[in-house]
């Protein structure tokens, strides 16, 4: 049996607020595993260094956050396809050699979280709505294009952006204005908040669910609170609704088995650890 020590963290900055290490932590206590997981607050500036310490002290890998997703591409040895057609790493993976591969997993979390939380769910089940145009954004819409969404309606406060995405991925993407945020939801099958509004801090997301069909299935990338105005607005009108942990413990797992070896499961167990935390 392989007695190694393996170490793994999240990078970025600032990075105390992630719940990361409680869910990795869980597993490697889990599997009995020699093993640990940190945490990584680097700045900006010191990215570059950071990525040459994973080399020089043999580190298994990273979870990669804000703001690094995109600057620490250029620094790595390889990049996974899917990665580099999302425009960000949110893992990084040592070889045996030193070298260092960057993959994103946000997609892969996103898509399994709805399927866990509602099996027969198909992305081919009609129009899907994405609130936001960044990263998490790119990684919702590409996944659900993968899946086989028919059409997608983005829909972000400022209109370039969502039109520099739609340009990058292609006729299925449309573009509506914010001020369409409301009429944009009707027939659509599933609607996505990917913005900051809703989370802890930050003012809840003003958005009119009048148009939206009751079967349609409501998720929302945030994570703290566990349910956000939006998601209390849907259930209250009897949609179904997924919150953003399911999309954080599932990315979560690959990352852990290509690091220890081990593919980990999300039990009760280790969604009561982490809700105590929030």
């Known amino acids: 049996m392989d007695k190694t020590f393996k170490f793994a963290g999240v990078m970025g900055w600032p990075v105390a607020h992630s719940r990361s290490p409680v869910i990795q932590n869980f597993w490697v206590r889990e599997h009995k595993l020699q093993a640990a997981y ?21 580190i298994a890998g990273c979870n990669v ?13 390889v990049i996974d396809p899917l990665a580099r057609r999302m425009g960000a790493v949110n893992t990084v993976v040592a070889s045996a050699d030193g070298s260092l591969t ?11 979280c709805l399927r866990d ?3 027969d769910w198909k992305a081919s089940a009609g129009p899907v709505a994405v609130l936001g145009a960044g990263g998490a954004a ?4 590409l996944s659900l294009l993968d899946e086989g969404a028919p059409r997608i309606r983005l829909i972000n406060r400022t209109r370039g952006k969502a039109e520099a995405m739609a340009a990058e991925f292609g006729a299925a993407v449309e573009v509506h204005d914010w001020s369409e945020r409301h ?3 009707t027939d659509v099958a599933l609607l996505v908040n990917t913005t900051n509004q809703g989370m802890h801090g930050h003012p809840a997301l003003d958005l009119h669910l009048d148009r939206l069909p009751k079967a349609a299935l409501v998720s929302d990338v945030i994570y703290i609170p566990l349910e956000t105005p939006l998601l209390a607005a849907a259930r209250e009108r009897g949609n179904p609704t997924v919150n953003g942990l399911g999309m954080l413990l599932n990315q979560a797992r690959r990352g852990f088995e290509l690091w220890f070896g081990v593919q980990p499961q999300i039990s009760d167990e280790l969604r009561g650890v982490l809700a105590a935390t929030f």
């Open 102 to 112: 960057g993959y994103n997993f946000d997609g892969y979390g996103y898509i399994q």
């Open 183 to 185: 009429e944009a939801l």
């Open 65 to 77: 956050t804000i703001p690094h997703k995109v600057a620490i591409m250029p620094m790595l040895d």
């Open 117 to 119: 939380a509602k099996p």
């Open 138 to 141: 790119r990684a919702v819409v």
């Open 38 to 58: 940190g945490l990584f607050p680097v700045k900006p500036e010191n990215l570059a260094d950071a990525v040459r310490g994973i080399r020089a002290l043999g």
